[in-house]
């Protein structure tokens, strides 16, 4: 390519990049694939690393860079960022809103309502369309320059969208960083995992991965952002006149604003949008504690004014806490369908947003040391959206004798086999015989992505088991209503609805089947591409790992863990008396052609299929085996040499010869951070 055409594809790709950025997070519609994007990006860095001249720091590639900075800035403000007058209680509104229709002399009343995000308040400064600064919110009038940390949000445009609206010379805008619950979760998982200790919820996880000196830690941890405030412009077009408008102008530059936002004229539509919204809480996939009021008219907001924490304009109506004190009245050891044993704290129930919580999970032994709670002891405990209720920390009670530290039991607490250690968690290895475990996988069998049993969750599934009801899965299928009739929480009706629930679920679909045999990392959707790929069961039992590795989404590792629970007798036996007596299975009728394409197709909706991933050398923030892992649930394939169809090779320190033949193929190589980005780039489940 000449050097004009290469400039050319440049901009062009830029433009793509950008263009389905917009798509992807402001208007929520993609229009290509994670992994045509991906192709995308891959080409414009190619292209920048071949032509350093022509990189530009608003290029989509350049959001991680520089070296660990050794203090933050400190930032001026453009425009003060006040905070917001707030109540959880409906007089508190009531009175707001009359203190509005005073001060504005009973002329027409608008508010725009919008959910108030729970996350780490940003400013964000534009100038000539160009990401300048970011600061934190700090005293409100200074903050902490954080525009590395910020660069390296997916959702942050670095360049605005000229398309639909004047850019202004200068652009102040405010806005929440958050992290969404389940990257939340998973990122805890891997902080548990690499022995450090986890977030206590999302906006601390999403504060603390804002304030990293070294930006490529933040570029690791799953970020997100939503606008909701022009602070300040200067010069350019037209400004909204209200805050309706600002919102959509705010997407129009390319910024995502907050979701479910209204427009109301009476109070009473704002406790009803309060009353959908608490209603509404646990289906956002972010946490929102509340919802902001705002008066939408501009210069209805200049002649209210401010005081000097607040503005007078807008009002923060809360919901009810989801964080209590309580008491644990006992920690128990929990065994798990895998034979993990959880600690379990029981506690004195505690009402947690409308909901009554009296367990939390303390995770394992290590976090239960780590946080230093006993029996006994005052804890705080908080429930967030979908997140299993968690005890937060110790609640000091100086002077009152404390138990004795906690114990992991040396033996199952439900077979009585001796434990053993496996990192930090503590596992009971009588697979097939434990009756805690069997349970839980009886429960995972008849849960709703697999078997699909109405009314057998965790308590039936424990009560079949402990009346010798059922001693090993098939069993389910010969219970009788009769047996069930008289046990505790049955009656006659309930017993039947059971019985004809469990014979119902007999006929399955394979992939659901297949999920719900608890198959190690075997999740719902490797379970539908091995039912696709394979066709039948018969077809995935006799598979090589070799063969299992054909399916996108399936490593070494995992593939090896199938061919282990298949090979394993005890299994094999179970399986047999599964598919010869009650269930009949709904296959693929056989492995043609149809089969294989639509696992292809599938395959190629998950972000990384159909790329292949060599690693060498060690990281530090994973081990090996989980970081394939992380890949592979993406949908890429994780190979062992590096070949010309390579596409990554994540080199860690001390990486090994690998990287030689990688450089000379021309494979594109990632180093941690790369990685940890790329992952971040798509929730890391
Ligand atoms: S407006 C001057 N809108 O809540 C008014 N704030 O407790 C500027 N927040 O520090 C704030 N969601 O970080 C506004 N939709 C929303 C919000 C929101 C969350 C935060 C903001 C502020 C805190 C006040």
């Known amino acids: 390519m000449s050097d004009k055409a290469v400039e050319r594809r440049i901009e062009e790709l830029r433009q793509a990049i950008r263009h389905h950025d917009y798509l992807y997070h402001v208007l929520d519609a993609p229009e290509i694939s994670d992994e045509e994007y991906d192709r995308l990006f891959r080409e414009l860095r190619e292209l920048e690393g071949e032509h350093p001249e022509l990189a530009t720091p608003d290029s989509p590639t350049q ?37 509005i229709r005073r001060g504005l002399a009973d002329a027409e009343v608008r508010y725009v309502l919008e959910p108030k995000l729970d996350g780490a308040s940003v400013e964000l400064v534009y100038e000539s369309g160009v990401l300048a600064r970011a600061a934190t919110r700090g005293d409100g009038r200074v903050g902490e320059g954080v525009t590395e ?13 000229a398309a639909e609206r004047a ?13 969404r619950i389940g990257a939340f979760e998973a990122l805890n998982e891997q902080l548990l995992a690499a022995d ?16 990293q000196l070294d930006s490529a830690i933040t570029a690791s941890r799953p970020l997100d952002l939503f606008v909701y405030d022009i602070l300040a412009s200067e010069g350019g077009g037209e400004m909204p006149g209200t805050q309706w408008d600002g919102l959509q102008a705010i997407r129009q530059w390319g910024l995502p604003s907050p979701e479910m936002t209204r427009r109301a004229s009476t109070v009473d539509e704002v406790l009803e949008y ?7 809480r646990d289906d956002f996939d972010y946490e929102i504690d509340g919802i902001v009021i705002k008066l939408d008219d501009l210069d209805a907001r200049r002649r209210l004014g401010a005081t000097s924490h607040h503005p007078r304009w807008a009002f923060a109506y809360k919901f009810p806490a989801r964080k209590e004190v309580t008491r644990i009245l006992k920690i128990v050891p929990s065994v798990g369908r895998t034979g993990v044993v959880t600690p379990v704290a029981m506690m004195r129930p505690v009402e947690l947003a409308g909901v009554t919580v009296s367990r939390a999970t303390l995770h394992n032994r290590e976090e239960v040391s780590r946080k230093d709670v006993r029996e006994g002891d005052r804890v705080r405990v908080q429930r967030a959206g979908d997140v299993i209720p968690q005890v937060l920390e110790r609640v000091d009670e100086p002077g009152r004798e404390r138990a004795a530290p906690w114990r992991m039991p040396d033996a199952c607490p439900s077979c009585g086999s001796a434990l053993f250690e496996r990192g930090p968690f503590t596992v009971c290895p009588n697979s097939f015989d434990c009756p805690a475990q069997l349970a839980g996988r009886i429960e995972h069998f008849a849960s709703r992505g697999a078997l699909d049993i109405d009314g057998l969750g965790e308590e039936t599934a424990r009560l079949l088991v402990s009346e010798g009801l059922v001693r090993h899965l098939p069993d389910l299928y010969e219970v009788k209503a009769a047996q069930l009739a008289d046990l505790p929480g049955f009656a006659r009706k309930s017993a039947e609805n059971l019985v004809t629930a469990i014979s119902e679920s007999s006929s399955v679909e394979l992939r659901r089947f297949l999920f719900g045999l608890g198959i190690p990392e075997v999740g719902t959707s490797v379970a539908g591409d091995l039912a696709r790929h394979f066709g039948t069961l018969e077809r995935l039992r006799a598979a090589s790992e070799e063969e299992l590795q054909e399916v996108a989404g399936v490593g070494p590792k995992m593939a090896e863990r199938i061919t282990a629970f298949f090979r394993s007798a005890g299994n094999a036996e179970i399986l047999d008396q599964l598919v010869r007596g009650p269930l009949r299975l709904i296959e693929a009728a056989d492995q043609s052609g149809q089969a294989e394409e639509e696992g292809g197709r599938a395959a190629a909706g998950a972000p990384l299929a159909g790329l292949r991933f060599v690693f060498t050398g060690g990281l530090a923030g994973w081990t090996r085996e989980e970081a394939k892992r992380q890949v592979e649930s993406l ?16 080199a860690g320190s001390d990486p090994g010869s690998k990287l030689g033949k990688a450089t000379e193929l021309g494979v594109m190589v990632l180093d941690e951070r790369e990685f940890a980005a790329l992952l971040a780039r798509h929730g890391v489940e």
Not at 167 to 179: F, S, Y
Not at 196 to 211: E, H, I, Q, T
Not at 274 to 280: S, V, W
């Open 274 to 280: 309060h009353a959908e919204l608490i209603r509404e």
């Open 63 to 99: 959001r991680v860079g520089g070296r660990p900075l050794d203090s933050f800035t400190t930032v001026d403000h453009v425009a003060p960022m006040l905070s917001l007058d707030s109540a959880q209680d409906e007089a508190s509104l009531l009175r707001f809103d009359a203190r």
């Open 196 to 211: 450090r200790a986890p977030f206590a919820n999302p906006r601390n996880a999403a504060a603390g991965s804002l304030r």
């Open 635 to 650: 949908g890429a394939r994780v190979t062992s040499s590096v070949s010309r169809s390579t596409d990554y090779l994540v």
């Open 167 to 179: 850019i202004p010379a200068i652009l102040a805008l405010r806005g929440e960083v958050i992290m």
């Open 149 to 161: 940390n910020v660069r390296t949000i997916p959702a942050v445009p670095l360049r605005l969208r």
